[in-house]
């Protein structure tokens, strides 16, 4: 009984550290659709702003060719050209700083949620922890009158156990302290330099 108790916390265990990086994961990925979608915007609008320069030009050649000899010295047509381009480069720019600004506001907010994620799985595999440090003490009770040698076997088994077990909900916590940390920082930086 105890023995089946013990196996249950081990796996409790073992899934609150998939769930944590299944959600370091998860917010990864949705940080890098953002930053495509950011990436894809800038460049449809630059290839619009681009052709749109492109036909302004070819417009204004094609009237300089036909009015020549109307147009003796009046840049008017040019100076109209030269507004309307600089005109949609603002727009462009504009275009750019809000959808820059969105995402970077959105990745703060997955950072966020991701720290509270965190948060909540440490909380979690500490007390899968705490219970499987318990049932692998109850079991070292039921093992007290046991033969030396297969005494011996199971404790250290269950010091194994639980040695790895912190070993890896450190090293994971760590990780996904780290990550958070770094995308708020890299977060603040870029809305700090806006």
């Not at 196996?7 to 609150?16: A, D, G, K, L, R």
């Not at 890896?168 to 990780?175: G, R, S, Y």
């Amino acid at each position: 009984m105890t023995k089946n108790t013990a196996n249950e916390s081990v796996v409790n265990f073992i899934n609150t550290i998939r769930e944590t990086n299944q959600a370091i994961a998860e917010s990864a990925i949705a940080a890098q659709e953002r930053n495509m979608a950011l990436a894809q915007n800038i460049f449809e609008n630059g290839i619009e702003v681009l052709k749109s320069h492109a036909e302004t030009t070819r417009t204004f050649i094609r009237e300089q060719v036909e009015q020549a000899q109307k147009r003796q010295g009046d840049f008017k047509g040019f100076s109209d050209s030269a507004a309307a381009a600089h005109e949609r480069n603002i727009k462009f720019a504009q275009n750019v700083i809000e959808n820059t600004t969105e995402v970077l506001k959105s990745q703060v907010e997955g950072a966020r949620t991701l720290t509270q994620t965190l948060i909540e799985q440490s909380k979690k595999q500490q007390a899968a922890f705490e219970t499987f440090t318990a049932k692998s003490l109850d079991l070292y009770a039921d093992f007290f009158n046991t033969p030396a040698a297969y005494y011996k076997q199971a404790v250290e088994t269950a010091e194994e156990i639980a040695r790895q077990g912190v070993e890896t909900a450190q090293k994971i916590t760590h990780k996904g302290v780290e990550a958070v940390q770094n995308a708020t920082r890299q977060g603040q930086k870029t809305t700090t330099t806006k």
